[in-house]
Structure formats: C-alpha cells, structure tokens
C-alpha cells in the first residue's frame, strides 16, 4: 500500500476530515446562527410596523435623517381616550373587599347579640338552677325533719311497749 492510501485508511485522517467538515460548516453557518441581523439585512431589510401601545392619534414627527439623542424624549401619539381598564379592575376588586368588609362587620354584629342573648340565657339558666338546688335542700332538711319525727316516735312506741312488756301487759 502506498502511503496516500494508508493515509485515507486511516481512522485518525477520517476523523479529521470530517471534524474540519463539520467546523467549516459551523463557521459559514454562524453569523445567522448568532446575529439578528445578517451582512445583507441593511439593504434587503423589510419595512417593520411598529404599533403604540395606546390608541391615539400621531404627533409631530421627527424629519427623515435626523438624529435623536436617547436624552430627548418625544410624545409622538396622543391618546384619544383615557385607558381605564386596569382602574375598572382595581374599582371592581375595590367593590368586592368592601362587600366582603360589610358582610364580615354584619356577621360581626350579629355574633356580638346572639353573645349577649347567649349570655342572658346562661344567667337566667344559673339562676333557675341555684333556685332548684336550694328547694331541693329545703325538702331534703323537710324530709330529714319528717324522718327525725318518724325516728323520735318510733323511739317513744318502743320505750312505752317495752314498758308495757316490763309491766307483764304486752308480750316480750
């Protein structure tokens, strides 16, 4: 084998070859790859529209070729009309917290008098239950009365029979 044809058998020439292939078509393709504007785009350039961000009418234009330092600034539209769109949104979302602030200060309110019958309700429940502890202390002094009666009488019963029994008159 000649050398030109180890040369191209070679695996290392291949690699190479095909790198420098590949870099050379990197390198045509690449001020389009990483440029906005191409060498030709100055003279072939299409004529872009750029619109305002507001609807209006337009004002006093600069004349053609002249320069404009970034330090000037020009009104170049007058709005028609005001732009209350995003007002509508804040007054609607305004309108919204306010219904929700006048809803939470009625529920509020009426929180605050069902306390004050709740309240008067646990008042009047201690009331009536210190009422129905105190008669029911009162009948049970009124049974314990009723029982030392029945206890003393029984008592009595008991000493005249054994009396009676000690007199020979009632059976032991």
Known sequence: MSRFETLIRSRRARVAIAASL????????APYALSDVGGEAYVN???TRIVAPIAGTVGDLPEAGSYLGAARALRLVT???IDREALG????EAAARAAARDL???QLSELAAM????GAHARAYGRAAVARLAAGSAAAQADDAACEADAGEARAQQARMTAL????????
């Open 165 to 172: 029994a000690g007199q020979g008159f009632a059976a032991a």
């Open 22 to 29: 590949a870099a050379g078509g990197a390198w045509a393709f």
């Open 104 to 106: 939470a200060r009625a």
């Open 45 to 47: 350039a299409p004529l």
């Open 89 to 92: 949104a804040l007054e609607s």
């Open 79 to 81: 709005a028609r009309a």
């Open 115 to 118: 306390d004050l019958k709740l």
